[in-house]
């Protein structure tokens, strides 16, 4: 959308200023060439600069939101680092290494477009209760 705003905008910039080139290479009087200066500079220019502002605003916008990483604070010194980071870059702290989780034991129940955790708790103690009886 960005880069689709600055397009039109300057493409509308660029028409104005093109009306008011042309109409002074006619020769038109000076009172119809400052009207024709005001008129195109309203209509077109200013707009047209403006709509292409937006559109490089909203393509920056855009860009720096997929490059974000998750961040942390350094302890020792304040300042951000990424999440990842096992040592501060800028003094050099020794973040605490995570604990690595265990694996868990899988049990996925699908019913319907539906999973929850009581569903699956249920399952679970019912098929403790079935192999208690057959024990």
């Not at 077109?44 to 490059?67: C, D, E, H, M, N």
């Not at 942390?72 to 304040?78: G, I, M, R, S």
Request: aromatic share 10%; proline share 6%.
């Amino acid at each position: 959308m960005g880069i689709f705003l600055i397009i039109i905008g300057l493409i509308w910039a660029i028409i104005g200023f093109a009306n008011i080139i042309t109409a002074f290479s006619k020769g038109i009087s000076e009172t119809m060439g400052t009207i024709n200066l005001l008129v195109n500079f309203v209509l077109f220019i200013l707009p047209g600069l403006a709509v292409s502002g937006i559109g490089g605003l909203l393509f920056k916008s855009s860009r720096s939101k997929k490059f974000e990483h998750p961040v942390k604070k350094c302890p020792k010194c304040a300042e951000t680092v990424k999440a990842e980071a096992l040592i501060c870059r800028y003094c050099n702290y020794e973040f605490p290494k995570p604990e690595p989780k265990p694996p868990e034991l899988q049990k996925t129940v699908v019913i319907g477009d539906k999973i929850t955790q009581e569903t699956i708790d249920h399952l679970w103690n019912l098929r403790k209760n079935i192999s208690k009886n057959f024990d």
